[in-house]
């Protein structure tokens, strides 16, 4: 199983990000997926996750603010971030079965 994270860069605070995460080896339609982000001296925690079957959970923090969605036919996982903040500045991780991706990093500049 692999996961390949894409679509992060530098935005200004109240941009907006999507990221991708394509997963291979392994169908999104029967195991969940799950978005995680670590910022420097942090630890990493979990931000959000999609289900197999399209239900979807979300960190407080990010709560009204980013939307996990998922197209099966391309086997990727989105994380549509809005309205981001400095705070969000992190690595950003997808997580499925285990396996994870290489991160892309989010940056949000004040």
């Known amino acids: 199983v692999q996961l390949q994270a894409s679509g992060g860069g530098l935005v200004q605070a109240g941009g907006s990000l999507r990221l991708a995460c394509v997963v291979s080896?392994?169908?999104?339609?029967?195991?969940?997926v799950y978005w995680y982000r670590q910022a420097p001296g942090n630890e990493r925690e979990w931000v959000a996750s999609?289900?197999?079957?399209?239900?979807?959970n979300y960190a407080d923090p990010v709560k009204g603010r980013f939307t996990i969605s998922k197209d099966n036919a391309k086997n990727t996982v989105y994380l549509q971030m809005n309205s981001l903040k400095p705070e969000d500045t992190a690595v950003y991780y997808c997580?499925?079965?285990?396996?994870w991706g290489q991160g892309t990093q989010v940056t949000v500049s004040s």
């Open positions: 997580d499925s079965r285990g396996f």
């Open positions: 080896g392994s169908l999104i339609s029967r195991f969940a």
């Open positions: 999609i289900t197999g079957g399209g239900s979807t």
